[in-house]
């Protein structure tokens, strides 16, 4: 008898969700036990965690360390258009056929009881990574640390924790310090954390848990930081060391922060050699799509027009709206037109707010095929609210074509708000 397509078999496996959500590893113990337990078997770990920045992170550290010769698996989520993109096997996205086999083998393993979407699927993505040489495996939390699926790793050569802001606060907690306590719950003994730059209340919570279990730290702004940026590139100071790299290509002001933090825990794996040349390499060539990707052709770049700069982004917080209009105020060489769907979980206020008074005129819409997605009305009741020019569009292609009618001459457009609306984007733009 075949095996399924991997769609047949996610789908099948929503269905095993249990009815309440409790964050608990209780269920990846039993399946990875009935599965053999791959997560001993994997290559050695760097694990990530923070609520933004750990794709970028991901993405440099595995541009460098693929310039540097190692082999690379890497697990990050969610994806944007297929899921295959959550799983990379040394370097490569995860076939169609290895993918399917691996579902059907979790299904059976889990005999069909309730489990979470997310853990079936990384105990899945624990068996890719066991049965495929590598050298090493950059993987991403899902949701918060302490109990996220992925915290099922004894000894990783590394953690890292990344910014940390407000985000789920219906499982983490609704202060900075108790997200940033379970963000560390990564955390272990011997084990360096690498931390990216975060606010006060954040940084207490993660070094009292480090200093719970006897984790040593560097810390962005103390042990490491970028002392200048500019348009050629940054100057890393990591101790006493003081070195000059060019700029990533990964766009943003906030880039060589995240960068800053990649390098600090590429010079700290042991047994890996990755050279200044690597980095750079790495930092010239990392990708990491719908994260201030500018879009220069597809079907919505061509229906935008010509003197259009289309640009798309999936930051959702209030924090990724922030870095959002850090960029906006750089872009002084045209009007700035929005396009924003939200999910219904997300904080609209908080993201628009930094936004709205760069904003020449905005689209609100609904994300196309999403349960949860925040009605295009409330949207735009939330850019009212904030003093935009905004009125409801039926799909992203419709709002182009109502901005392009609205206004003359160059303009640039951010099609923003969430990761679910930008693999939509990014699927229909082909």
Request: with cysteine.
């Amino acid at each position: 008898m075949s095996t399924p397509s991997s769609d047949v078999l996610l789908e099948r496996l929503m269905g095993l969700h249990p009815k309440l959500i409790d964050l608990s590893l209780d269920r990846m113990i039993r399946i990875l036990a009935a599965l053999g337990h791959p997560e001993r078997a994997l290559p050695p770990v760097v694990h990530i965690a923070g609520t933004n920045g750990k794709g970028s992170t991901v993405a440099t550290m595995k541009a460098a360390l693929i310039a540097a010769g190692y082999r690379v698996h890497a697990y990050t989520s969610p994806h944007l258009v297929r899921f295959h993109e959550r799983v990379e096997l040394d370097g490569q996205i995860i076939a169609e056929p290895a993918l399917a086999a691996l579902l059907e083998e979790c299904e059976q393993a889990n005999g069909g009881v309730p489990i979470t979407f997310f853990e079936i699927t990384t105990a899945a993505a624990f068996l890719g990574f066991s049965r495929t040489p590598a050298d090493v495996l950059l993987m991403e939390t899902g949701l918060g640390g302490r109990l996220d699926a992925t915290n099922m790793i004894d000894k990783p050569l590394v953690t890292i924790i990344t910014p940390v802001s407000l985000d789920h606060q219906q499982f983490l907690g609704d202060t900075l310090g108790a997200i940033a306590g379970e963000k560390a719950g990564i955390f272990k003994p011997g084990v360096l954390g690498i931390i990216g730059p975060q606010p006060a209340e954040a940084l207490e919570a993660i070094e009292r848990r480090a200093a719970a279990i006897g984790a040593p730290l560097l810390v962005a702004g103390r042990d490491f930081e970028v002392e200048h940026s500019d348009g050629d590139g940054f100057t890393l100071r990591d101790g006493d060391r003081h070195t000059r790299f060019p700029r990533p290509v990964l766009v943003g002001a906030h880039q060589p922060f995240n960068a800053a933090t990649s390098i600090v825990a590429l010079r700290r794996l042991q047994g890996f050699r990755v050279d200044d040349d690597a980095v750079a390499r790495g930092l010239a060539t990392a990708r990491w799509p719908a994260r201030l990707q500018k879009i220069e052709s597809g079907a919505l770049k061509e229906r935008a027009g010509s003197d259009v700069e289309l640009w798309l982004d999936g930051g959702h917080n209030p924090s990724a709206g922030e870095v959002l209009a850090d960029m906006a105020r750089t872009w002084n060489d045209r009007p700035l037109d929005l396009i924003v769907g939200m999910m219904n979980t997300k904080d609209p206020v908080g993201f628009v707010r930094p936004l709205a008074p760069l904003v020449r005129r905005a689209r609100a819409v609904s994300i196309p095929g999403e349960k949860n997605t925040l009605p295009a009305e409330a949207t735009l009741k939330v850019l009212a609210e904030a003093g935009v020019e905004a009125a409801e569009s039926a799909s992203v292609g419709a709002a182009l074509d109502e901005l392009k009618a609205a206004g003359s001459g160059p303009a640039r457009v951010l099609i923003c708000g969430s990761l679910y609306l930008a693999g939509r984007v990014l699927e229909e733009n082909g």
